[in-house]
């Protein structure tokens, strides 16, 4: 094999947006970094390179959400959860190790060296005396490790997700069935973290998390960027193996289950296989981007993992553009964006005469209009434009289904 | 004991009463209030008894108006000749009444001494006063007396009741008299035997007031004894260290006795070690040393050892400690054939009290059985029948709760507003329902998953617009007053009407739909197109205007079933969301596309919850927790449901 044609059936070769999209990430890092108030010229708030960091990883996430959604056709509602878990994971130890910090801090004011025992206690009342608690209930166990609460962080989505997913896989449930039943785990997922003795202070959730143990003096304009950094890095990295992963057989495979369950099952692939290890991969993935995102958001609480925070997820990539890896970015940053920007106060009302319209109210109506209005009319979403760009088009079918089953999109839908 | 010596102290005093000289039987009350006019002015309780007591034995039918003037400082006394009136303040001075209530005029304030006694001699005088009020005339004030008596009983209201039973004309105050000895019987009477009695005479009566009576008896408390249980002690039963209380519990009990010495707390140490702290060190061991505990307990015995900290009990000493000692639980009563019987009784009462209990919770599951179905039914039309999943289901209820309140800001009358309710909230959310079909779902047909994006993107839209429109707080949606309170069974068994009413309208709307779907040409149409469109269609049929009266008519339903629930929950933007899952659970669970499916869906998920809510009571939140992951392990094994359709009707 010469090295002409290894470069020309190289992964990157067949991928080119891989490659665009590393170079637009790249610069955005560079030029957020140079317009930062801790490295650069102080033109992006503190508050705003974190919102920037957080849209960052909220994209990883609608990546995760692509790929299960977009290349595999399951729905699922469950991914904000597998995110709010991978939050829960970390902020346990970022709200232990800051708390044993002020506690060490307070008891070495008493005279005596405090006792590991007295240390322990000092946090467990810190901690949990908003749920009227003093003890560490058991899923604290690790929470002193960085490393072993790390491994949690990857451990308990995953597990979740491989557990429900066999469980769900393994009896054939498919389609609207399944999304529902996504829903409800995570609405019990809700429900359970809701409770005081949940072991994870109920409804005050954990709080303090932008704080970095042993790097109490540094600002937080340089945390801000350093983690926009790991988050820039990480999506870079979800883009790369992502894009890896749908673009060999194992892609062909998934996008055929997609298409035709059946059909791929009798053909002799495991169905249930693959898409057991999508879905967990994805909801690895969600609970890496969930344990960037709650540092830097500062605080979580059950409220995050609200069935509502996957549906808005599913909303992303559908007007992003579904079963493309750039269409999820793009759709969660733009949706995100937009959204942080309307609801912020910034927009400008509009006066109607009879009645002011101000967006702060009236954002989410919108989102749900336009959202109706690209499920019907631009399948595509937003990714579509890069078609129309390239000139690539749907082929004449006239008129006839695009797939082999009854669910396949016809053509006459697809072009409206 | 207490009122044991109490009732026994009084006796002794009566007898006393009727030893002296000077408050002779048979007298009128003047006679009795002017013989011991020197003890009646500067009143103490211990002496004053049989003053009371005769006046209320005296017969004279003014002893009460004179003993209810003198509780309430309405009794004077004036200095001149000693004479008792019956006084009320008026203007400067007095206006003065003799006993018997005639006028008598005026008197100047510095004329009259006002007596006023003091709360000791004003609670002996109440319950003189019980026996009047209990043999009043007035049927009310005899009620009130005996409700008072069951709120506040004592023993001193034994004899009083007992005398007053043998008098009372009305019979349905008599039974509750009657009652109402026998509870005061069991608790205050003197002789054991009679209580026995009293309390085995109720058998397994399911009375809060009996259990209220029952429990005090069988209050015990915990205490420590350095051999076994003294002889007179009524154990309750033996506690073992380690098994029935932990160390530390039994310890604390040893040292409230005062038979061990207090074992040191963490912080008392730690203050001790500070206060002891010499060139750095505390008995020998250096300060940088105590970060451990067992540093700390070192140091804690060498300064024990120099005398300088008093001695506390060490782990070793506090086992020592809890093994010379034997622990008990003991009653309160001292007599244990009392406590036998209200133990029988309280066991009696309490497997009964389980059976209405279970009874009591069959109701409430029923009746949220009821709610699930009003909410689902809907879904079991559009989603059942139709396959169409519609995430908007929840804010099609939300829109009927509004439409409730907004026809109650109109109409005032709770009853005719409901009525009028009911219908529009159908038809306003018919309408929406229509126009939601022919703009959005109809172009989805064949897609599913996307009419359920779709239909969230409409959920989402409605919701923030009921927000802007109602605000974010609750509104209220008042249930006409003859749906107030609740239909009892007896103390443990009740259910609102309201929840009944829910209950009447599941029923309802579930023979609506048979008949609908069964009897009617529209549901024939609907099955036929339902099955297989362009054979419907070939037959006549208009696919397109059976769809959205379908869709139309679950959307009506959820309306209606919106009022309802509003009746019940209160009405916020998110009353829909609440019920979104829990609804296309019930389809799901009971199988989708049959109505009976989705009634035992409803069934099992209400049973579920409020059987998982009785497990453990204080927390609704898990109940709904372990109900949905209960679900999804159901779904496992029986992915189509409870009924799952078959053949050409399952339509894959």
Redesign the interface.
């Known amino acids: 094999m010469t090295r002409q044609t290894f470069v020309e059936r190289s992964f990157l070769a067949k991928n080119p947006s891989v490659l665009w999209f590393i170079l637009i990430l790249a610069l955005f890092t560079l030029g957020v970094t140079v317009l930062s108030e801790a490295y650069g010229v102080a033109f992006l708030s503190t508050s705003f390179v974190k919102t920037l960091g957080k849209t960052l990883c909220l994209c990883l996430v609608a990546l995760a959400m692509d790929l299960i959604w977009g290349y595999a056709g399951i729905l699922s509602l469950g991914h904000m959860a597998f995110f709010a878990l991978g939050g829960y994971g970390l902020g346990m130890w970022l709200m232990y190790a800051r708390t044993e910090e002020i506690v060490v801090a307070a008891l070495a004011q008493g005279g005596l060296p405090a006792t590991p025992e007295e240390v322990r206690q000092g946090i467990a009342v810190q901690i949990f005396g908003v749920v009227g608690a003093s003890e560490f209930p058991p899923i604290w166990a690790f929470a002193h490790s960085f490393w072993a609460q790390m491994a949690l962080v990857v451990l308990v989505p995953g597990g979740l997700a491989l557990v429900f997913g066999w469980l769900a896989f393994r009896s054939r449930v498919t389609g609207v069935y399944l999304s529902i039943l996504t829903q409800a785990m995570t609405l019990a997922l809700a429900l359970y973290l809701f409770q005081n003795d949940s072991g994870l202070r109920g409804n005050n959730g954990l709080s303090g998390l932008q704080n970095l143990p042993g790097l109490g003096d540094v600002s937080q304009d340089a945390l801000s960027v350093w983690f926009f950094w790991a988050s820039a890095f990480a999506l870079g990295a979800g883009y790369v193996l992502l894009a890896w992963v749908v673009s060999g057989k194992f892609g062909s495979v998934i996008r055929a289950i997609r298409d035709d369950e059946q059909r791929v099952r009798f053909l002799g692939y495991s169905v249930e296989g693959y898409k057991l290890f999508v879905f967990t991969l994805t909801a690895v993935i969600a609970a890496i981007a969930g344990a960037l995102y709650y540092p830097q958001a500062g605080i979580i609480n059950p409220a995050e993992l609200a069935p509502i925070a996957s549906i808005y997820l599913a909303v992303w990539v559908a007007i992003g553009g579904r079963g493309r890896l750039y269409g999820a970015v793009i759709g969660a940053a733009f949706v995100s964006l937009l959204s942080s920007w309307f609801t912020g106060g910034r927009a400008p009302s509009v006066p109607l005469g009879f009645y002011t319209v101000n967006w702060v109210d009236w954002w989410l109506v919108l989102l749900g209009l336009s959202f109706v209005a690209v499920t019907l009319f631009a399948p595509k979403g937003m990714g579509g434009l890069f078609d129309l760009w390239a000139g690539v088009r749907s082929p004449d079918r006239k008129g006839a289904a695009l797939g082999p089953d009854d669910g396949a999109l016809m053509e006459r839908e697809a072009k409206e | 004991m207490r009122p044991f010596l109490l009732s026994l102290a009084t006796a002794v005093l009566l007898a006393l009463a009727a030893l002296c000289p000077a408050p002779a039987l048979a007298q009128g009350a003047a006679e009795i209030l002017t013989a011991n006019r020197a003890l009646i002015e500067k009143p103490t309780r211990a002496k004053i008894a049989p003053v009371i007591a005769a006046l209320a034995e005296s017969g004279d039918p003014l002893a009460a108006t004179v003993l209810a003037a003198w509780a309430e400082k309405g009794l004077g006394l004036r200095k001149a000749d000693g004479a008792f009136f019956l006084i009320d303040r008026s203007g400067d001075g007095w206006a003065l009444r003799g006993l018997d209530g005639a006028d008598a005029g005026m008197a100047a304030r510095s004329d009259i001494m006002e007596l006023r006694p003091n709360a000791g001699v004003r609670g002996l005088i109440a319950t003189a006063l019980v026996q009047f009020t209990l043999s009043d005339p007035d049927p009310a004030r005899r009620a009130g007396a005996v409700e008072s008596i069951a709120r506040d009983p004592s023993a001193d209201h034994l004899e009083p009741l007992r005398a007053s039973l043998e008098t009372e004309a009305d019979p349905a105050l008599l039974s509750q008299k009657a009652r109402l000895e026998r509870l005061l019987t069991l608790r205050f009477d003197p002789d054991p035997a009679a209580r026995v009695a009293a309390i085995e005479g109720f058998g397994a009566d399911l009375g809060l007031d009996l259990r209220a009576a029952l429990n005090p008896l069988l209050a015990t408390t915990r205490m420590a004894f350095a051999g076994d249980p003294p002889e007179g002690a009524n154990v309750a039963r033996m506690l073992v260290p380690g098994r029935d209380l932990t160390g530390g519990e039994a310890y604390d009990l040893l040292v409230a006795a005062g038979m061990a010495p207090a074992r040191l707390t963490?912080e008392e140490a730690?203050a001790a070690?500070?206060a002891n702290?010499v060139d750095g060190a505390v008995g020998g061991v250096p300060?940088?040393?105590?970060?451990?505990?067992a540093a700390?307990e070192r140091a804690y015995t060498a300064l024990e050892t120099a005398g300088t900290v008093p001695q506390a009990a060490t782990d070793a000493e506090v086992e020592a400690a809890i093994a010379a000692h034997r622990f008990a639980e003991v009653y309160a009563e001292p007599d244990a054939a009392v406590t036998t019987a209200a133990k029988a009784a309280l066991d009696a009462i309490g497997m009964k009290v389980g059976a209405m209990q279970a009874a009591d919770l069959a109701l409430d599951a029923v009746s949220l059985a009821s709610i699930y179905f009003l909410a689902a039914i809907g879904l079991a039309i559009t989603f059942g029948v139709m396959r169409v999943?519609n995430m908007a289901h929840g804010e099609f209820i939300m829109m009927g709760a509004y439409t409730g309140y907004v026809v109650q800001l109109f109409i005032a009358d709770y009853t005719l507003s409901i009525l009028v309710a009911l219908p529009l909230a159908f038809a306003v959310t018919f309408a929406a329902g229509v126009a939601m079909e022919r703009l959005?779902i109809r172009?989805?047909y064949?897609?599913?998953?996307?009419t359920?994006?779709?239909t969230?993107?409409?959920?989402?839209?409605?919701?923030?617009?009921a927000?802007?429109v109602f605000g974010t707080q609750a509104r209220p949606l008042t249930a006409p007053a003859w749906l107030d309170g609740a239909l009892t069974f007896n103390d443990v068994v009740s259910i609102s009407y309201i929840r009944i009413a829910i209950f009447v309208l599941a029923l309802v709307f579930l023979l609506f739909f048979l008949w609908l779907m069964r009897r009617t040409r529209l549901g024939l149409e609907v099955r036929a197109v339902t099955q297989n469109p362009s054979m419907a269609a070939s037959m006549g049929i208009n696919p397109d205007r059976i769809n959205m009266l379908t869709f139309g008519l679950g959307s009506g339903i959820a309306g209606i079933a919106g009022v309802a629930i509003g009746l019940y929950a209160k009405v916020t933007s998110e009353l829909g969301?609440d019920y979104i899952?829990q609804s296309?659970?019930t389809v799901?669970v009971g199988g989708v596309g049959n109505i009976w499916g989705t009634l035992a869906g409803a069934a099992l998920i209400g049973v579920l919850q409020k059987g998982i809510e009785w497990l453990n009571p204080s927390?609704t939140?898990?109940a709904?927790?372990y109900m949905?992951?209960f679900?999804?392990?159901f779904?496992?094994?029986r992915?189509r449901g409870i009924i799952a359709l078959k053949g050409r009707a399952a339509g894959d």
């Open positions: 963490v730690r070690l500070l702290i300060v940088a040393d105590l970060g451990t505990q700390r999943i959005v172009h989805l064949k897609r599913p998953l996307e359920l994006l779709a969230f993107g409409i959920s989402i839209a409605l919701q923030q617009i927000k802007n969301s899952v296309f659970m799901v927390n939140l898990a709904q927790t949905i992951l679900i999804i392990l779904i496992q094994f992915p």
